[in-house]
């Protein structure tokens, strides 16, 4: 037994330790979030979903099992309890594993590097031997520092930059006693191959990597839909996002999005798309500089209007299953973000930017729900949930309940450049 009693210690929006009672409880009231099932036929459709264990995979992970039933796999990368406790994503994994237990849908999930074949091959013998040799559905949800090339051994490193010139931007940091506070930060422009590595880890390049790996085993069945999900963002943010290095590596997944989309149609009468999903507090997001800023005055405009992830999954797993009719715009992409993108939010939030300072924050952004949500990222700030008791830390990896895997999955300390979860 590993029981004791876990303090939140953070360094900036990254905490040391996560919370297995408040990861759990996260979980619970995702899963109570999403509407009743809708029904999709037969035994509930076989689904991957790479990068199941945080943000928006994890939002497409529980309510692909709430909402449409699905059975298949989720990948993810997390470290297992040792000296500290586990990452909340081990934790949340568990807690997704159990409800789906509890609801009787098969849902197996491996740990390791999403990028190899290892992987690969581990979730096309599981495809073959459990879920009787046919995917449905496979969501792309993965963000990483960096990618280890598969065939060529080249390691490639992903950059937030902007391109041509520095970017100044106000961002949102709390003090040492949690105050908030206002201040400039200046990010230097991409240079020499910084773009092209950012692409190479962050673009389309695994994706299709995926899909090319699963057809070549004729794992894919017909009308096979895929979506990886993406992000635009309002144009207060643009310059380090969608116009910098990271949005370069969109531009490339939506480039991906548009041949695989050909070929699947071509071949299985199937389809892939980019999800441009809206904003949100996630671990990936609060690295870039200006998004806490950003989505703190969001909220500050919209309140409770905000669409949390999961309810933005909801919404994709209903397209992609037929239960709601397919709405691309014009480059073929399913908007979830045109809530955060109205024009009228947009200039409230402008205009909100405009004036932030260290004085005027706490009057223009909800501060007390943007550091709820970056707690509840480890654990902490659920309600619910006893954080003077001792809990128990060394909560196991699901095991595989229904029938033996052909092989184990690596443990965290295997694995050597790891992808991690959006």
């Known amino acids: 037994m590993s029981e004791r009693v876990i303090a939140p210690k953070s360094r900036g929006f990254l905490f040391l330790d996560s919370h297995p009672d408040g990861c759990r409880q996260l979980v619970d009231e995702m899963w109570q979030a999403v509407p009743d099932p809708v029904t999709v036929g037969g035994e509930g459709p076989v689904a991957l979903v790479i990068g199941s264990s945080a943000g928006y995979g994890l939002a497409a992970t529980i309510a692909g099992l709430a909402r449409i039933g699905i059975r298949g796999i989720g990948v993810c990368f997390e470290k297992a309890p040792a000296r500290r406790t586990g990452t909340a994503g081990w934790y949340r994994t568990a807690a997704t594993a159990r409800l789906a237990q509890q609801h009787g849908r098969d849902m197996v999930f491996l740990n390791g590097d999403a990028f190899s074949d290892t992987v690969k091959e581990q979730v096309a013998d599981l495809l073959a031997e459990r879920f009787g040799g046919r995917l449905d559905f496979l969501i792309y949800s993965v963000a990483a520092p960096r990618r280890t090339d598969p065939g060529t051994g080249n390691v490639y490193a992903s950059v937030l930059k902007p391109i041509g010139s520095p970017y100044t931007t106000k961002t949102l940091v709390f003090d040492e006693y949690g105050a908030p506070e206002v201040k400039e930060v200046t990010t ?28 070549d085993r004729s794992l894919l069945a017909d009308g096979f839909a ?51 999903n809206a904003a949100a507090v996630t671990q990936s997001s609060t690295a870039i500089p200006g998004i806490a800023l950003y989505v703190g005055l969001l909220r500050g405009v919209l309140g409770d209007a905000m669409v949390a992830p999961i309810g933005q999954l909801v919404e994709l797993w209903d397209q992609l299953t037929g239960a709601r009719p397919l709405d691309l715009d014009d480059k073929g992409r399913v908007r979830l973000d045109t809530w955060e993108l109205d024009p009228a939010v947009q200039n ?17 952004a909800d501060l007390d729900w943007f550091s709820d949500e970056v707690r509840s990222l480890y654990g902490f700030s659920v309600p619910g949930v006893d954080y003077t008791a001792a809990v128990e830390t060394d909560v196991p990896w699901p095991t595989l309940t229904i029938c033996p895997a052909p092989r184990t999955p690596p443990i965290a300390s295997e694995v050597v450049e790891p992808a991690i979860v959006t």
Request: hydrophobic letters at 40%; aromatic letters at 6%; zero cysteines.
């Open 348 to 364: 409230a939030v402008a205009e909100r930017w405009s004036t932030a300072t260290s004085d005027t924050i706490t009057e223009l």
């Open 226 to 276: 895929t979506a990886a999900l993406s992000y635009i963002g309002s144009p207060l943010t643009a310059a380090i996002y969608r116009q910098g290095t990271i949005g370069a590596a969109k531009s490339h997944l939506e480039a991906t999005a548009r041949t695989l989309d050909e070929r699947l149609g071509k071949t299985l009468g199937g389809r892939a798309v980019t999800s441009v």
């Open 188 to 215: 230097a422009p991409a240079e020499g191959d910084d773009i092209e590595q950012t692409v190479a880890v962050m673009g389309g390049t695994d994706w299709e990597r995926w899909i090319t790996f699963l057809a």
